[in-house]
Structures are given as C-alpha cells and as structure tokens.
C-alpha cells in the first residue's frame, strides 16, 4: 500500500517486510494449540484505510488483538510505541508489553498517538484491542519526529513520505529488523495469556 507518487519502500514496504518475517519466525516457533495467527497484508490505506477496515468489520469477536506496523524504517526516526486515547479496552497491555520488550533490550521508546491515522483504526473501533510500533513521517515536533530520531531535532523521519525517493536506499533496516524482534516477541507474550 503506498500513494501514486511514491514507490511506498518505507510507507509501507518495511511494515510488509517485519510482518512476513513474524509470520517466519511464528512457523518456526509454532502457534500454541487452540490459537491462530493472522497476517494482514492491506490495500488502500492511503485512500482511508479501506481494506483494514472492511475486514475488521467480519471478525467481530474472533481477534484477541492487532499488531500494526506502518512505516517500520524511517531512515531518521524513533521508535514510538501505539498509546492512543481512543484505543479499545485491553490496548493498554500491548503498549505496555512493546514498552517491556524494548526496555528489556535496552532500547529507548516514546509513546506515540497515531489518531487512527493507520490499518490498526478498523480494529479499535470494532473493539479489538490494538497496538503497534511507529518509526514516524515527516511533520516536525510531537510524536512524528521525537528528538531521539536519528536525523537531530526537526528532521523529518522519512524525508521520502509520499515522494518518489521512497526507495530501498529510505529505509533503516537495523529499526525494521528490531521492529519485527519486538513484534514478534509481543506476539508470543500474547499467546502464552490463558
């Protein structure tokens, strides 16, 4: 899923490439008896996440939670965690679980509001507790672009967002790979939950 003027590498090909090598890793692992893992892999989310959507409105109470990850490699980003006002009862476990996973390695996180602005929206206005780890876009200041980015105070995290340069040269692939690790561990925290 990206826009017309953009390749969409980092917006959304890196969240694409962590969630492929969660559903490896979960292979390899196994699934505990009496769960499944889904992987949703959505169109349209630029046009109002209507692919998203238009699946979380089927599932009603079959989805214990929803892992989002949009834009996973923002060459100049951070790692900010889901932690939305308006997010649905039990959302609260899986940003303190990211927290958790990422303190544990040491890695520093910030808290992010995304606004329903990302495929995780159709889920938490179904009800289905949602989370997800954000490495941010281009607006300055808050939540997309914290200072501990890499680029410095003011750099946009993906100086590419929706433009043509949104190619594999835009993209911090050490972030994804952590992204997917963290996700993936969050995952299986939730699945060992009886």
């Given at each position: 899923d990206s826009v017309l003027e953009?390749?969409?590498?980092?917006?959304?090909?890196s969240g694409v490439a962590a969630v492929l090598e969660i559903a490896r890793a979960m292979v390899d692992a196994?699934?505990?008896d009496?769960?499944?893992l889904r992987i949703g892999l959505w169109g349209a989310e630029e046009l109002g996440t209507i692919g998203s959507r238009a699946?979380?409105?089927t599932?009603?109470?079959d989805i214990a939670a929803?892992?989002?990850l949009d834009m996973a490699g923002s060459v100049?980003?951070?790692t900010l965690v889901y932690d939305e006002a308006s997010a649905a009862p039990g959302s609260r476990a899986i940003t303190k679980a990211c927290q958790d996973v990422l303190a544990a390695r040491d890695e520093p996180s910030q808290p992010a509001d995304l606004g329903g602005s990302s495929d995780h929206f159709g889920f938490q206005q179904a009800g289905i507790p949602t989370g997800g780890l954000f490495a941010g876009a281009t607006e300055t200041g808050g939540a997309a672009s914290p200072s501990s980015g890499t680029g410095g105070e003011g750099?946009?995290?993906?100086p590419c967002y929706h433009i043509g340069c949104d190619d594999l040269d835009n993209v911090d692939i050490a972030r994804v790979v952590l992204f997917a690790e963290v996700t993936a561990a969050v995952v299986a925290q939730l699945m060992s939950v009886e």
């Open positions: 953009g390749p969409g590498i980092n917006d959304n090909g196994g699934v505990p009496g769960w499944a699946y979380a409105e599932v009603e109470d929803y892992l989002n100049n980003g951070a750099a946009a995290p993906d």
